[in-house]
């Protein structure tokens, strides 16, 4: 009868670690803007809902659907949401807002905390 064992096999290699090349400035809120061409949507920081109002009234008789392509189409870095969350964020404009006075971490945030 032939020899029913079979050969060993090799470990795998270790994972190779990233290696962190950017170094972030503290003093800046967190922003999710992205290089020009994204494909997929981020949940928006508060400091990027903030940007997005302060534009909105500058200009109050673009539509909505014409902001979402304007911020899309930035070259410094563009903000990636839909019509719908735009409209999401207009109704809870004043939460929003009113969340800046409340947590001074709160520029940075995407959601409240909650403490229970």
Do not use: C
Not at 28 to 55: C, E, G, M, Q
Not at 77 to 90: D, I, P, V
């Amino acid at each position: 009868m032939p020899n029913m064992t079979r050969k060993p096999r090799e470990k795998p290699a270790p994972y190779k670690q990233r290696s962190e090349t950017v170094t972030k400035n503290k003093d800046v809120p967190a922003t999710s803007a992205k290089p020009h061409k994204v494909t997929t949507r981020k949940i928006l920081t508060l400091n990027d809902w903030l940007v997005v109002f302060a534009y909105i009234d500058t200009h109050p008789h673009q539509s909505q659907a014409e902001i979402v392509l304007h911020f899309e189409k930035e070259l410094t870095g563009a903000l990636a949401f839909s019509q719908s969350a735009l409209s999401r964020a207009l109704k809870r404009r004043p939460e929003l807002e009113a969340r800046i006075n409340s947590n001074p971490n709160a520029l940075s945030s995407k959601r409240p905390s909650v403490v229970s």
